[in-house]
């Protein structure tokens, strides 16, 4: 069963920077699509990057060029930097993990395994 914890988030004044991490566990030497996702009050839950070895890196449109997201396999762990930080970037921020070669796709619910989130929130 893969675990993941996510780390890093907290509160920042708009043009900030944070890290945030995944540490992951359980893997079971399958290929992974590894992504970023958050959700705001009150709306859905929103894909923001994701990466596989297969085919590199996604990013939704209103983070491109700011947010970064990467990955150390050795240490199981996932990242995402995130630059230039706006209010609208405020929401809980989780890791996800699904059994596949590519992120071809990365819809919230073609994801199985979850983390339990960690809060960004930017003030201007």
């Known amino acids: 069963q893969v675990q993941l914890v996510e780390s890093g988030g907290g509160s920042v004044q708009a043009g900030g920077s944070l890290r945030l991490s995944c540490a992951a566990s359980?893997?079971?030497?399958?290929?992974?699509?590894m992504g970023w996702f958050r959700q705001a009050p009150g709306k859905q839950r929103e894909g923001v990057a994701a990466i596989s070895s297969y085919d590199g890196t996604h990013y939704t449109d209103s983070v491109k060029g700011r947010f970064t997201i990467s990955k150390d396999n050795a240490k199981n762990t996932l990242y995402l930097q995130m630059n230039s930080l706006k209010p609208e970037d405020t929401a809980m921020y989780y890791c996800?993990?699904?059994?596949?070669?590519?992120?071809?796709?990365?819809?919230?619910?073609?994801?199985?395994?979850w983390g339990r989130g960690t809060q960004v929130t930017v003030s201007s």
């Open positions: 359980g893997y079971t030497g399958r290929a992974y699509c």
């Open positions: 996800a993990a699904r059994p596949a070669l590519s992120c071809d796709s990365w819809y919230t619910t073609q994801f199985p395994y």
